[in-house]
């Protein structure tokens, strides 16, 4: 996910797969800024103030949003990492990591390193972070309920038996040594380098098991910066610099990441001079832009330049709960979706910072199509002709359709969501508002007890099956998969493109998966990211990279 410093010897995906495999690139994210970098300059010897929403998670087994991953990201290391510059996938927490000449095996080589308890990461230290992930039986999962996360390693032999209880570890993964760990999978996967990355998998000691309340509220990870403490739900998560990390150490001596409700509220605390990273209320944009000066490359801080814009792998979108009424009605959704006034929303409320989406495959990732789904345009009339197809407007233009829209309103979205209830009001339909906490809205879509709600998703790694495979697979039910969408002609061309080794011919296959899922419009796809960061006086140095993780283990302070 992250920019990696650590250049050892690695097998390209060219080179990994007999020649035939290219490196995946993203345009947006040529952007320098690594985990465990070299940035230059002094230790500030004092704390950075962070602002953050209330996480759901930040144990890596159910890590699944981008505030907990936040914290997680510092925490932990996993195998590899998103090299930007380069445009591929290169080692973190291992040396170097080959594959078969088919895809099916991946070899990883461990490096030397300590847990903040002193214990040594091994490659045992990953089998157990994996394993507790899929297990419905593990100490965690039995505590907090399975890992709505597992479907990463869905590829992996052992997954369907681990997962149903059947065994008790996954027996794709084997440690020949301390220093080797190997995976093999059901079938070919060329892209599994990209899925070691996410934080999910990342290693974890014996007493996360033994352990597991304490493990819960204070992980113990092998990242640059450990606990200090532990999660005081609601309030604060305190880390402190991790004096025997392997690889570079932190420039700074502490991080504290103060939970706040609302971006509203956490903009105050940074106008008052409380915080040093905060998001931006979208009313604040121009002129945090003007007051802080925008960053030349967008995910950069330093002196003047000091709000991020970059773009994102990610999209905003509406999910619709498509397992009851009325949004089982692929005509409905396709109207609201047609409704809906994108371009006015990134315009008027996000100043132009952020782009109509045309499409949940954003720009940059390969395999990108522009207008890629027909129903992501603007078209009044069209909307009216779907509409009818279902109720038909009275002679006041109502339809009698009275809908639900699930939000949280931290974050900035209630402006949003009021502009798509006017677009809708438009076409004959009443939309009210339901605004849980993240935290609730989050088992709300989990156990489809919704109608309609606004999501977004930033890829774990960069590549389409990322978007389609988490969001719409079956495999994906009760995990990621918040529409309930189960469409098995699509989980069919999905899988075969999953196994497919040629580049060009992968991604062909994804095109046409994700025209299905375009065609029966289970979300509705509003916008493309950008960043809305801004940091205070007091940075000197920071690199957020375009999934949001700041890499706070190069961050300097003045």
């Avoid at 990134?346 to 207008?371: L, N």
Wanted: glycine share 8%.
């Amino acid at each position: 996910m992250a920019d990696s410093m650590f250049h050892q010897p690695v097998m390209g995906r060219r080179a990994f797969v007999g020649g035939t495999l290219a490196a995946s690139s993203m345009a947006f994210l040529a952007a320098c800024g690594k985990k465990g970098g070299d940035a230059s300059g002094s230790e500030s010897g004092s704390t950075l103030n962070f602002y953050i929403n209330n996480p759901v998670c930040i144990d890596p087994y159910n890590v699944q949003e981008d505030q907990g991953t936040q914290v997680e990201y510092q925490l932990f290391d996993a195998l590899t990492s998103y090299d930007a510059e380069k445009g591929e996938i290169v080692p973190l927490a291992c040396e170097s990591f080959e594959a078969n000449d088919d895809a099916t095996e991946f070899t990883f080589k461990i490096k030397k390193a300590k847990f903040h308890n002193g214990d040594d990461v091994t490659s045992k230290s990953f089998k157990l972070g994996w394993e507790r992930l899929v297990s419905t039986k593990s100490a965690v999962a039995k505590e907090y309920g399975p890992s709505e996360v597992s479907y990463h390693l869905s590829m992996v032999e052992g997954y369907d038996d681990l997962l149903a209880g059947n065994t008790t570890e996954l027996s794709g993964v084997t440690c020949p040594d301390d220093e080797t760990l190997v995976v093999k999978l059901t079938s070919a996967y060329a892209d599994f380098p990209f899925v070691a990355s996410h934080p999910a998998l990342s290693p974890v000691p014996e007493c996360a098991e033994s352990d597991v309340k304490s493990f819960y509220l204070a992980p113990i990870g092998n990242g640059p910066f450990m606990m200090d403490g532990k999660w005081e739900d609601g309030q604060e998560i305190n880390l402190k610099k991790f004096d025997d990390y392997y690889g570079d150490k932190a420039k700074i001596d502490s991080i504290h990441f103060q939970v706040i409700k609302d971006v509203e509220t956490a903009y105050k605390e940074f106008q008052a001079g409380n915080l040093d990273i905060c998001d931006v209320p979208v009313a604040q944009i121009d002129a945090a832009k003007k007051d802080r000066g925008e960053s030349k490359d967008g995910y950069t801080m330093g002196d003047g330049e000091r709000m991020l814009l970059g773009a994102e792998p990610s999209t905003y979108y509406l999910t619709c709960n498509t397992t009851a009424e009325p949004f089982n009605n692929a005509d409905l959704r396709r109207g609201i979706s047609l409704a809906i006034n994108r371009e006015a929303i990134c315009k008027t409320i996000f100043k132009g910072t952020r782009t109509p989406a045309d499409g949940i495959v954003p720009p940059g990732i390969d395999g990108y199509k522009e207008g890629a789904w027909e129903f992501c345009t603007y078209d009044v009339d069209k909307a009216n002709e779907y509409l009818d197809k279902v109720a038909p407007a009275d002679a006041n233009g109502d339809r009698g359709i009275n809908v639900t829209l699930s939000y949280n309103q931290d974050g900035g979205h209630k402006e949003i969501m009021e502009s798509i209830i006017g677009d809708l009001a438009k076409v004959g339909i009443t939309a009210v508002s339901d605004t849980p906490e993240w935290s609730a809205l989050l088992e709300q879509y989990q156990n489809l007890n919704y109608q309609f709600g606004r999501l977004g998703w930033i890829a774990d790694y960069p590549i389409m099956d990322n978007f389609l495979y988490p969001l719409f697979h079956s495999d994906s039910l009760g995990g990621d998969n918040r529409s309930g969408y189960n469409n098995p002609e699509f989980d069919a061309k999905v899988d075969e493109a999953r196994t497919t080794i040629d580049d060009e011919e992968r991604v062909a296959k994804m095109q046409e998966a994700d025209a299905m899922v375009a065609a029966d419009c289970p979300v509705i796809p509003l916008m493309f990211y950008t960043h809305t960061i801004v940091g205070s006086d007091r940075i000197k140095y920071l690199y957020v990279d375009p999934q949001k993780h700041a890499d706070l283990g190069t961050a300097e302070l003045a």
